[in-house]
């Protein structure tokens, strides 16, 4: 199975020197990964960096914010399935070769959503986050219950005649509104139930901005009388359905991943720490459940 994993990258080499890693120990026998990096003009070596490595399709040109240069990405990928991931964001290993065999298992599934691990800068788990698969209601509320660094979606979706690609008038809440046009097309998302990839939660998150903050209310403020008022509800059966399927529970186990050191040699050559969670939780601090 051929993979095209879209990065989208401006001035945070430090972070996709550790992404890049992460993707490049994938290949392995029956899987192919193109990675490519849509940077828009970073002035801290990334371009640099990006002539080192053979393994990367590296793209330097101005874009209109994240989800344009996703766009863009996409647009000259040629995998069977596609995925980004963001600089600060690291692939588990074997994630790719989950996924492989989750889409051969279950042909029907256009996308698949795993589960994600919160860190902070220095890798230290913080928090997980379990993969929900969204409800028209909760998408219809602004609300985004699955992690892009975990999502995987098959070509269709986003190549040919039916692609539907990213809005880039959206700067923080794209992926959002890219999943609700999936939703009401009828594309058929399953959940990987495994952890597959990391998020850098550092304070300055793009998800946590005032932007982010600002599309959300946007959003928010368009809802119907009707579906304000019925927004409890909704929300409640999403806690319900969360409940059932053991969102809130999860045994302690280890995961590996690439130092996030400042300091790190150009290259990586450190292979991923593996680190202990005796004490796992779902609560992600200042995130709503």
């Known amino acids: 199975m051929r993979f095209t994993v879209v990065t989208p990258s401006f001035g945070q080499l430090r972070y996709l020197r550790l992404n890049a890693a992460s993707v490049a120990d994938q ?27 053979p393994d990367i399709t590296g793209i330097a040109e101005a874009d209109n914010g994240m989800y344009d240069a996703i766009n863009r990405g996409i647009q000259k990928g040629n995998g069977e399935v596609f995925s980004w991931l963001n600089c600060d964001e690291q692939y588990l290993p074997g994630a790719l070769a ?22 902070n800068a220095e890798g230290e788990y913080q928090c997980h986050r ?5 409800t028209r209601g909760i998408l219809r509320l602004g609300r985004t219950p699955v992690q892009s660094c975990s999502l995987f979606f098959r070509a269709k979706l986003v190549k040919g005649p039916e692609a539907i690609l990213f809005d880039p008038q959206w700067k923080a809440m794209g992926d959002w509104a890219w999943l609700r ?21 550092d304070g300055g998150n793009l998800g946590m901005s005032p932007q982010a903050i600002k599309e959300t209310r946007a959003v928010y403020g368009a809802l119907s009388t009707w579906h304000r008022a019925t927004e409890y509800f ?56």
């Not at 046009?181 to 939660?201: I, K, S, Y």
């Not at 995961?255 to 400042?262: E, T």
């Open 27 to 53: 290949r392995a026998p029956g899987i192919e990964v193109e990675h490519i990096v849509q940077d828009g003009g970073s002035k801290d070596g990334t371009r640099e960096w990006l002539q080192t490595r």
């Open 181 to 201: 046009d999936q939703e009401a097309r009828g594309a058929h998302m399953m959940r990987l139930p495994r952890f597959l990839a990391t998020f850098v939660d």
């Open 130 to 134: 379990k993969a929900v698969i969204p």
């Open 98 to 119: 989950a996924v492989k065999d989750f889409f051969e298992r279950h042909p029907e599934a256009d996308m698949v959503a795993g589960d994600t691990l919160v860190v």
């Open 234 to 289: 909704v929300r409640g059966a999403d806690y319900a359905r969360k409940f059932a399927d053991g969102y809130y529970s999860q045994k302690p186990f280890d995961y590996a991943i690439y130092d996030a050191d400042p300091n790190a040699p150009t290259g990586v050559k450190t292979p991923r720490r593996v680190r202990h969670v005796a004490k796992p939780t779902w609560h992600w601090k200042g995130r709503a459940h």
